[in-house]
């Protein structure tokens, strides 16, 4: 049996003959968006953290944004956005004169301390 | 500090399994090579979207549409995952889909490639999103903090995206003699392109010995490709269909399948812009592109006014 199968040779196939190498028309900076980042609470009683960042023209843009891209499969029960020029980070430079002194004060960590066996609750 | 003192901390780092982040001091050539890889990567994701984005209006059922929008959706917080990924190295998202549109970056070739029947979104779950995975698991741990985040989240949400293609195909694979020629016809189509995604032989490819020392990857494109061909001959069993290669063959000594050539004529033709789909692929991204750029202004213009009124009461 001659089984026919039926191929669209139309919507994804064949057609355009442009593309590639399209000259450009405008420049792309005039409708830019500044960018965000999104915090998510992912349950009730947890801190929000970090999940990403996205283009939006305002907060409330970026929130509605954050929802589709980042909550999809039930990731988060709250969201934060903020504009990403408004966080300052710390100098990766830095790391050594800001960090490491906190090495050599052992005795802030509980396990410092030898007790007895015996003892409970402690 | 020296030049060579720094590539010297900085390979230490990566040896030491240092994730590298945003803000530390990096090789212009890891920099240049991540940006080059992620975009490529962000673009094949929004490409990716055209020719599933075809057959939501053509789905045979309401379920098959909308787990096809539910991964066309996916497809393009994948996109932005990793232009933001990218974007944390210096270059901005307007460069990116500049240079995308203008057919000077890259985007994965198997896009080039027409979905022609219904099948066809089954063979490129399984197929062309097995492939992928296989890819994208390896880079969950590549030495870049943003760009490996940015695959750990994808890596959630693409299992779906293979486990329906297979579904689908295993439909196909039980129904009318109609519906099971036409499974065999996708496998066969799409079989030598996936295995085409994993790019040239590791002996012709030019960035990966380097790549690998940075730990941008850490897999071969030869291993790679040979763990897919693997798994797929044991899994195109289950659907009662074959794969499109005379030469498939258990090799008891390697402890794999071994396989026949790609055509790597072929290969390079696409990757040059000679595929069945090049020129409509950037023609349909561009038009996208010009025909949003109102939508881009509008809500530029509203939040300005917005912003104007909130201040004024």
Redesign the interface.
Known sequence: MKIAIVKNYYGDFGGEETGGNVPKEYTADSTAWPLWEVFIRSKQGLDHKHAGSLKAADAQMAIENARDVYTRRQEGVSLWVVESKYIHASNPDDAESLYEPAEDKIYRHPTFYDLPDEIKHM | MQLHDLEKKFQEKIDKEIKI?P???MPEAYRKTNVRQISQHAHSEIVGM??EG??IS?APSLKRKAILI?KV??EA?HG??LY?AA?TLGT???QM??DL???KAKYSSIFNY????WADMGAVGWLVDGAAILNQVMLCRTSYGPYA??MV?ICK?ESFHQRQGFESLLVLSRGT??QK??CQ?AINRWWWPSLMMFGPKDSESTNSDQSMKWKIKRKTNDELRQSFVNMAVEQVKLLGMTLPDPDLKWNEATKNYDFGEINWEEFWAVVK?NG?????????R?KA??EG?WV??A??A??AK??AREKAA
């Open positions: 982040e803000k530390d001091w055209l020719p075809n057959w053509r539910a959706q996916d917080g932005l995952y933001s974007e901005s998202r307007e889909i500049d549109h203008s057919g027409p979905t022609l029947t985040r940015a989240r949400e003699p109609e020629a036409m016809d812009g069945p789909c090049n020129k409509q692929r950037l023609a349909a561009n592109h010009k750029a881009r202004e809500a530029l509203y939040a917005k912003a």
